[in-house]
């Protein structure tokens, strides 16, 4: 019995060194993961491409009320008709384009094919910067997210024109509204996993939410009025996006 006794007491001695020293080299490999994840990090500067915009506009009037009226008109032939505000005026806009003289083409067909008279405005949404610590996979979200607003515009914008020009019909167009609304919510799952929480990026994550709720409606088929063509919704839509993206730049530059 004494022998027994003896080696079970040995036994016990190294089974607790066993565990002390695992625990040991686990602490140490927790210390290193925190070391590396922090050393790995950074500060970097981030910012959203400044944007020209170039945008058909057939009316402008001095309350929203008299535009609205006038752009469901124009929305039956195909135009955005999104009523645009800046300065005292509320113009009624058919498309927006970030190449000068894709707009000015635009424009002369519209003078041919509908005889209708329409200007073109000229505005700017100025880039966001954002300067956070961030390590590699956190730049790669962030950027992506910064880019959101831009990008849905260009699927749109590209989707639009594929529809106006046979290149898609009905059925092709919503298939790839939704494509694009799926790598939009992935692009802004992806940034509320590592961003939601904090502040200084609030009015960036309520824009995203805008642009995500914008994206659910044209996918759902949500029209703005009665007897709107489809290339309409998606030309109102994607104005609608650039609008969210020069409010997200007034709101963030303090404009």
């Known amino acids: 019995m004494p022998k027994i006794a003896k080696l079970t007491k040995k036994s016990l001695i190294i089974i607790s060194i066993c565990l002390l020293i695992v625990v040991m080299l686990f602490c140490a490999n927790y210390l290193s993961f925190l070391f590396l994840s922090q050393t790995s990090k950074s500060f970097i500067q981030l910012s959203s491409n400044t944007l020209s915009c170039y945008a058909i506009s057939f009316e402008k009037g001095l309350t929203q009320s008299s535009a609205e009226s006038l752009a469901n008109d124009y929305r039956k032939i195909g135009a955005g008709g999104y009523v645009w505000q800046t300065d005292q005026y509320y113009y009624v806009l058919s498309s927006v384009y970030l ?146 993206a020069r409010e997200l730049s007034q709101t963030w530059n303090g404009n």
């Open 99 to 244: 190449n000068k003289s894709d707009a000015l083409l635009v424009q002369n067909s519209i003078q041919q094919n509908h005889n209708l008279t329409s200007s073109i405005i000229e505005f700017q949404i100025p880039q966001i910067s954002v300067s956070l610590n961030l390590d590699s996979e956190e730049k790669k979200v962030l950027q992506k997210a910064l880019n959101a607003h831009e990008n849905a515009y260009k699927q749109l914008f590209d989707i639009a024109l594929s529809l106006d020009t046979n290149v898609y019909n009905e059925i092709s167009a919503r298939l790839a509204i939704n494509t694009t609304f799926s790598s939009i919510n992935t692009i802004n799952a992806d940034y509320r996993v590592l961003f939601e929480q904090i502040d200084e990026l609030q009015t960036l994550t309520q824009s995203l939410q805008n642009l995500i709720e914008t994206l659910q409606k044209l996918c759902s088929g949500i029209t703005i009025s009665s007897d709107q063509t489809m290339s309409s919704t998606i030309k109102y839509r994607y104005t609608q996006i650039l609008d969210q």
